[in-house]
């Protein structure tokens, strides 16, 4: 299983991604995940990528081509981010029309998701989330972040805390929590995680560290963030049991009633 996040804000754009790959437990190898196809000046483009690994690869390898043949259409002759979205929803319905029938004859599990971020120069800042079939959706100021692979652990802290104005240090240490609670609940996400910061407009990668294990400052977030966390549990009160009186309960019961 993997972890991959992508948050969007006015200020710019976090990409993470962990590097393991769980064929069982006793076949766990280490695979990147994250893919930078940027253009300094002109674009910037981000890819990270879950489910079948020889899905996800081949579409990698096949963008690679592209960019190597002058008379095609690739990454860096798209117009916009949508259009780069467009082109590699292609090669997803492509390459899962070749392979998806052998797979399936095994057993085997072909789907797989892209989260596609970055900027084209003159446009703005956008993070799109692609399906197997090709299609995707695209984030909005409304839910500035987007995730694929095993989401439900590292959700929580995203949904409590972000919002498209937050600025984007905290974006990354939002991300850094979201990915220590899903390393927590589950030993198939673990590290290297592969970070990137990009600033809207900068057009280049400023920002970017890839996190062992045992990093310290992982550590440390993880140290600072179980202390907080219990902290603030103990300074939760107790629940009164006799504050409820039989006619409020049978009020809220009814209410419930109505509302099915």
Known sequence: MTYCLGIISTHGLVMAADSRTNAGVDYVSTYRK????????????????????????????????????LDV???????????????????????????REWLEKDRI?????????GQVRGQ????Y????????IKAMPETPFLQIGEVKYG??????????????????????????STMKSNVSVGPPIDLVMYRTNSLEILHQRTLQRGD???LQVRR?????????????????????????????EFSGFLDQ
Request: aromatic residues 10%; hydrophobic residues 40%; proline residues 3%.
């Open 34 to 69: 994250m893919f930078d196809f940027s253009v300094h000046g002109d674009r910037t483009i981000l890819m990270c990528t879950s489910g079948n690994l020889s899905i996800t690869q081949s579409v990698m390898l096949s963008i690679e081509q592209d960019l190597r043949s």
């Open 73 to 99: 259409e690739n990454l860096h002759s798209c117009q916009s981010m949508y259009d780069i979205a467009c082109y590699i929803g292609q090669k997803l319905r492509f390459v899962q029309a070749r392979e």
């Open 109 to 117: 599990d072909a789907n797989c998701n892209i989260l596609l971020g």
């Open 124 to 127: 703005a800042t956008e993070l």
């Open 129 to 136: 989330m692609l399906y197997s079939q090709g299609n995707f």
């Open 155 to 180: 959700k929580p802290i995203l949904d409590r805390v972000l919002t498209f104005d937050t600025s984007i240090e905290d974006a990354v240490k939002c991300a850094i929590l979201s990915f220590d």
């Open 216 to 218: 310290p400052y992982l």
């Open 224 to 252: 600072e963030w179980e202390s907080f966390l219990k902290t603030a549990f103990d300074r939760i009160p107790p629940i009164d049991w006799e504050q409820s009186s039989e006619t409020e309960l049978d009020s809220i």
